[in-house]
């Protein structure tokens, strides 16, 4: 089992920036496809970034590309992502989930580790 738990959301004014923080415990991720996903309150979750297991590759939903990056530290079983440029309609709760298969999945349903979430919210 694979624990997850997010952290380094807040509240921040439109334009500014936040690093979102999310550590692995119980198991390396090394080898995970890890993700983040994010609910704005009464919609759906949406994918927002997704990291392969090295680290190498990377995909981005449109609506945050050019703005936010993912990385990971397979060494602190650690993985971030850097959210720049922030409007008011990136305010949600962020989800780091955990992906056992090398496939860079945007489907949230093919996670199977998943964090309690962090709130963000950006004021305008």
């Known amino acids: 089992q694979v624990q997850l738990v997010e952290s380094g959301g807040g509240l921040v004014q439109a334009g500014g920036s936040l690093r979102l923080s999310c550590a692995a415990s119980g198991r390396t991720i090394r080898t995970y496809t890890m993700a983040w996903f994010r609910q704005a309150p009464g919609k759906e979750r949406e994918f927002a970034a997704v990291i392969s297991w090295s680290g190498g590759s990377t995909v981005y939903a449109d609506s945050v590309k050019g703005r936010f990056a993912i990385s990971r530290d397979n060494a602190k079983n650690t993985v971030y992502l850097q959210m720049n440029s922030l409007n008011p309609e990136d305010t949600a709760v962020y989800y780091c989930?955990?992906?056992?298969?090398?496939?860079?999945?945007?489907?949230?349903?093919?996670?199977?580790?998943w964090g309690q979430g962090t709130q963000v919210t950006v004021s305008s």
């Open positions: 989930a955990a992906d056992t298969e090398f496939a860079l999945s945007t489907a949230w349903g093919r996670y199977e580790y």
